[in-house]
């Protein structure tokens, strides 16, 4: 793609960083085939070419984002499923990143709008005030439909039923490994994850530690700034990512660490970008550092290697989040490790398409997340499934709201396979 940025603006990383990309995309459409929301609304708009060309044509003029191009943009999930299917190599996360930016800079949004956003940035990344926030949207669920903004319905809409007790094991601490010691590890322990379901770190130390591994939970350690990044709150999100940084380096720098273990994908994908995210600052060194040693848990746990299993006479319908399978090109780890535990492993038709959850994306389109749930919920319910897996919190709660077939994180179904409890989904009633 030809592009006309200035000397002057080249000057600015951001924008020569997206003029790169710009030019590596040669119009093919690829793209195309594999958007959710080109195929859910059939807008060119909606499609990967269609935004990178709204995007060329905001950054070059260097003019504020308009309404057009910001409802383009914000119907995009950040499922870069385009980056899986582009020949070119076009980094369109980073260029999408970028333009999210340059609309919160430049774009007032109407006051609805910027009060929801404003409420899930100071919400959702810190547990307390989620699980005071899921309190009170109890209170207010029985009144959803009379509420007229579709969001804040689907807010309400997606309350879980249950809330768990605060986990002990979410605190900083270090969890010695059973057995000879194999490595020392340090686990990502989220944030809007510790309010929804404590099991997953629960299962994620249990399992480590019988494989020989010492888990950290480091102090200091928050939300890994996913949230408000692709909200284009960047200062807010690299705050974020300054302190896990820095709480990680700080592991680093005294017992070691052998890598950094996360067991929610989106977290992941943001965790291994922090390298990107801060070339140009002072931190840049200790974030290649940081992202260099994360590693989804399925990664680590094909580098540990599980001893084989029996048939477990389990169906297990296995969902690739788009985090996971896209963002971080992990495919098939997590398939290959309930299969080497005994289970019969399944996946759905068009597997590589999102499910609509995609961070807070549920709460801000639900139209369009509502109808990609539908899709993603009748492609695993198609393969009769005991159980479905899935290896982020989104996804988890997104596709269990549609669903009554257990859904659960894979990292549980392996821990139970390996001698931990059986998943709480799976309990009777």
Same mark, same amino acid.
């Given at each position: 793609?030809?592009?006309?940025?200035?000397?002057?603006?080249?000057?600015?990383?951001? +924008?020569?960083?997206?003029?790169?990309?710009?030019?590596?995309?040669?119009?093919?459409?690829?793209?195309?085939?594999?958007?959710?929301?080109?195929?859910?609304?059939?807008?060119?708009?909606?499609?990967?070419?269609?935004?990178?060309?709204?995007?060329?044509? !905001?950054?070059?003029?260097? *003019?504020?984002?308009?309404?057009?191009?910001?409802?383009?943009?914000? %119907?995009?999930?950040?499922? +870069?499923?385009?980056?899986?299917?582009?020949?070119?190599?076009?980094?369109? !996360?980073?260029?999408?990143?970028?333009? %999210?930016?340059? $609309? &919160?800079?430049?774009?007032?949004?109407?006051?609805?709008?910027?009060?929801?956003?404003?409420?899930?940035?100071?919400?959702?990344?810190?547990?307390? %005030?989620?699980?005071?926030?899921?309190?009170?949207?109890?209170?207010?669920?029985?009144?959803? *439909?009379?509420?007229?903004?579709?969001?804040?319905?689907? !807010?309400?809409?997606?309350?879980?039923?249950?809330?768990?007790?605060?986990?002990?094991?979410?605190?900083?601490?270090?969890?010695?490994?059973?057995?000879?010691?194999? !490595?020392?590890?340090? @686990?990502?322990?989220?944030?809007?994850?510790?309010?929804?379901?404590?099991?997953?770190?629960?299962?994620?130390?249990?399992? +480590?530690? %019988? +494989?020989?591994? &010492?888990?950290?939970?480091?102090?200091?350690?928050?939300?890994?700034?996913?949230?408000?990044?692709?909200?284009?709150?960047?200062?807010?999100?690299?705050?974020?990512?300054?302190?896990?940084?820095?709480?990680?380096?700080?592991?680093?720098?005294?017992?070691?660490?052998?890598?950094?273990?996360?067991?929610?994908?989106?977290?992941?994908?943001? $965790?291994?970008?922090?390298?990107?995210?801060?070339?140009?600052?002072?931190?840049?060194?200790?974030?290649?550092?940081?992202?260099?040693?994360?590693?989804?848990?399925?990664? @680590?746990?094909?580098?540990?290697?599980?001893? &084989?299993?029996?048939?477990?006479?389990?169906?297990?319908?296995?969902?690739?989040?788009?985090?996971?399978?896209?963002?971080?090109?992990?495919?098939?780890?997590?398939?290959?490790?309930?299969?080497?535990?005994?289970?019969?492993?399944?996946?759905?038709?068009?597997?590589?398409?999102?499910?609509?959850?995609?961070?807070?994306?549920?709460?801000?389109?639900?139209?369009?997340?509502?109808?990609?749930?539908?899709?993603?919920? *009748?492609?695993?319910?198609?393969?009769?499934?005991?159980?479905? /897996?899935?290896?982020?919190?989104?996804?988890?709660?997104?596709?269990?709201?549609?669903?009554?077939?257990?859904?659960?994180?894979?990292?549980?179904?392996?821990?139970? /396979?390996?001698?931990?409890?059986?998943?709480?989904?799976?309990?009777?009633?």
């Amino acid at each position: 793609m030809q592009t006309f940025f200035t000397e002057e603006q080249l000057k600015v990383p951001a +924008l020569a960083r997206s003029n790169e990309i710009l030019r590596s995309c040669v119009h093919c459409g690829f793209c195309t085939a594999t958007c959710p929301t080109y195929q859910v609304l059939g807008d060119e708009l909606d499609s990967p070419r269609g935004r990178i060309y709204l995007i060329k044509e !905001m950054l070059e003029s260097g *003019r504020p984002a308009d309404q057009r191009t910001v409802r383009h943009l914000d %119907r995009c999930l950040s499922c +870069l499923s385009c980056m899986t299917t582009c020949p070119s190599g076009v980094h369109y !996360m980073h260029l999408i990143d970028h333009a %999210r930016a340059h $609309v &919160e800079a430049t774009y007032k949004r109407p006051i609805t709008d910027r009060a929801l956003r404003f409420v899930l940035a100071k919400v959702l990344p810190y547990p307390m %005030r989620f699980r005071i926030a899921i309190a009170l949207a109890k209170v207010g669920r029985p009144f959803a *439909r009379l509420i007229p903004d579709a969001r804040v319905q689907a !807010m309400l809409d997606m309350v879980p039923k249950r809330v768990p007790p605060v986990s002990g094991n979410d605190d900083p601490q270090s969890f010695a490994a059973i057995g000879a010691p194999r !490595m020392r590890v340090a @686990l990502m322990t989220g944030c809007a994850q510790k309010a929804l379901n404590t099991d997953i770190n629960d299962s994620t130390i249990r399992l +480590l530690r %019988r +494989l020989g591994c &010492e888990v950290v939970v480091p102090a200091g350690m928050g939300c890994c700034g996913a949230l408000t990044h692709h909200m284009g709150r960047e200062d807010e999100a690299h705050g974020f990512a300054a302190a896990n940084i820095r709480a990680f380096m700080a592991e680093v720098r005294g017992m070691g660490l052998d890598a950094i273990v996360i067991n929610t994908s989106g977290c992941g994908t943001t $965790v291994k970008d922090y390298g990107h995210m801060f070339r140009n600052a002072a931190l840049a060194d200790e974030a290649r550092q940081v992202a260099d040693l994360a590693c989804d848990v399925s990664e @680590l746990l094909m580098q540990i290697g599980l001893p &084989e299993g029996a048939a477990k006479g389990m169906r297990v319908a296995y969902h690739a989040a788009c985090s996971l399978q896209h963002g971080q090109q992990v495919k098939t780890a997590p398939k290959d490790l309930l299969k080497r535990v005994g289970f019969e492993v399944v996946e759905p038709a068009d597997s590589h398409l999102c499910c609509g959850s995609a961070g807070t994306y549920n709460l801000l389109q639900p139209a369009i997340s509502k109808e990609l749930k539908s899709r993603k919920v *009748r492609s695993l319910e198609a393969k009769s499934p005991d159980v479905i /897996a899935a290896g982020n919190i989104g996804c988890m709660m997104q596709i269990g709201s549609g669903t009554q077939v257990p859904v659960v994180h894979t990292v549980e179904l392996l821990d139970w /396979a390996l001698g931990g409890p059986q998943p709480r989904a799976l309990q009777p009633e």
